[in-house]
C-alpha cells in the first residue's frame, strides 16, 4: 500500500470484487467467434454434429436423448442465446469503424472538393493571364508594321 502522507500519487481506491477484463480483447474475440458462426465451416460442423446426435439417439438401443430430443434443443438455446449477444457486439464494433471511416471519408473529400477548387481557380487566372500574353501572329504583324514605318522613314 503506498504512504498515506505521499501527496504524488492519487491514493488507490478499495479493490473491486467484479472481475476486470479488456474490452478491446473481449471485441476481438467476439468478432472471430460471430465470423466464424457466419461461416459455412459452421453450417457445415454444426449440421454434421446434430445429425449425428439424431441418428445416434434413433437408432440407438438406450438413447441418451430419445425422441424430443430435449437435450439436443438445451444444446442449441445454449449455443444460440451466446451466439446472439456476441454478433450483436461485434456489429456493434463494426459500426463503430464504419463511423470512424465516414469521418475520415468526409474530411478527405472535403479536402478533395477544396483542392479541386483552388486548383480550378488557377486554371481560370492562367487563361485569363494567356489572354493578355503576345501570341506569335500578333508579334510578327507589329514587327511588320514597324519595319514599313522604318522604310517609309528612310525613303
Do not use: C, H
Amino acid at each position: 500500500m503506498s504512504d498515506p502522507s505521499s501527496l504524488e500519487k492519487p491514493a488507490r481506491g478499495r479493490p473491486s470484487i467484479r472481475p476486470t477484463y479488456n474490452p478491446e480483447t473481449f471485441g476481438k474475440v467476439s468478432e472471430r467467434v460471430a465470423r466464424f458462426l457466419g461461416s459455412w465451416r459452421f453450417i457445415a460442423w454444426m449440421s454434421i454434429l446434430i445429425l449425428a446426435w439424431v441418428i445416434y439417439n434413433v437408432i440407438a438401443t438406450d438413447p441418451a436423448d430419445p425422441y424430443p430430443f430435449i437435450f439436443l434443443t438445451l444444446l442449441l438455446s445454449l449455443q444460440a442465446s451466446y451466439a446472439a449477444p456476441l454478433i450483436l457486439l461485434a456489429q456493434n464494433r463494426q459500426d463503430d469503424r464504419d463511423r470512424i471511416q465516414i469521418k475520415e471519408d468526409r474530411e478527405r473529400t472535403e479536402r478533395l472538393i477544396a483542392d479541386t477548387e483552388y486548383l480550378a481557380r488557377e486554371i481560370a487566372a492562367l487563361r485569363i493571364g494567356l489572354g493578355e500574353v503576345v501570341t506569335r501572329d500578333y508579334l510578327r504583324r507589329e514587327l511588320r508594321a514597324l519595319l514599313e514605318d522604318l522604310e517609309r522613314d528612310e525613303a
